[in-house]
T-cell receptor, first 113, second 119 residues
Framework: DAKTTQPNSMESNEEEPVHLPCNHS???????IHWYRQLPSQGPEYVIH???SNVNNRMASLAIAEDRKSSTLILHRATLRDAAVYYC??????????????FGQGTTLQVKP | GAVVSQHPSRVICKSGTSVKIECRSL??????MFWYRQFPKKSLMLMAT?????????EQGVEKDKFLINHASLTLSTLTVTSAHPEDSSFYIC???????????????FGPGTRLTVL
């Protein structure tokens, strides 16, 4: 499984934008880039995913590098409820794979009031 | 969004007993479900892939006789921890993929987790 690298932790101030980076230099053509987040003592929550183009949804934006070897999750205005562990995951959707998610260590985001 | 439930949310048992954890997709059908475990301050570790009507596929190092998985319907998968020991104490989380086209490839929906404590 292709691996991702994320900073262990990041800090942000409330109501400011947050840019969470992820490196995935060994990404293959059939890998989608997924982001999930996990609040304490809860199951992970889907945030966003993309393949090649930048993506926006109500929760966040995903900026994908042209060579796809890195991506950045953007929270436009961080709130205290955004404090969580953010996981960047590559998901292989080729027919030979179930598309299972392999979690790395993620980035722990702290949001300061 | 789609909802996945787990039952129980928390269980305490004695060493040597077996514990069953249920994972249900409440408003969608799931051909495939996944089981993870998570130790404190650690990431999720995939244990197995549960396929409706067939045997589960276990990840390397996970004992299939210890962690029995049954996926008898499109909305229910169960994980049974047999002869539980204190080292099996962990946070167990399931996820499910919507079998309907359009969402199947893109999202997994996670349950809230089950905290198992073995005394």
């Amino acid at each position: 499984d292709a691996k991702t690298t994320q900073p262990n932790s990041m800090e942000s101030n409330e109501e400011e934008p947050v840019h969470l980076p992820c490196n995935h230099s060994t990404i293959s053509g059939t890998d989608y880039i997924h982001w999930y987040r996990q609040l304490p003592s809860q199951g992970p929550e889907y945030v966003i995913h993309g393949l090649t183009s930048n993506v926006n949804n109500r929760m966040a934006s995903l900026a994908i590098a042209e060579d796809r070897k890195s991506s950045t999750l953007i929270l436009h205005r961080a709130t205290l409820r955004d404090a969580a562990v953010y996981y960047c995951i590559l998901r292989d959707v080729s027919s030979s794979n179930t598309g299972k998610l392999i979690f790395g260590q993620g980035t722990t985001l702290q949001v300061k009031p | 969004g789609a909802v996945v439930s787990q039952h129980p949310s928390r269980v305490i048992c004695k060493s040597g007993t077996s514990v069953k954890i249920e994972c249900r997709s409440l408003d969608f059908q799931a051909t495939t479900m996944f089981w993870y475990r998570q130790f404190p301050k650690k990431s999720l570790m995939l244990m197995a892939t549960s396929n409706e009507g067939s045997k589960a596929t276990y990840e390397q190092g996970v004992e299939k006789d210890k962690f029995l998985i049954n996926h008898a319907s499109l909305t229910l998968s169960t994980l049974t921890v047999t002869s539980a020991h204190p080292e099996d104490s962990s946070f167990y989380i399931c996820s499910a993929r919507d079998s309907a086209s359009g969402r199947a490839k893109n999202e997994q929906f996670f349950g809230p987790g089950t905290r198992l404590t073995v005394l």
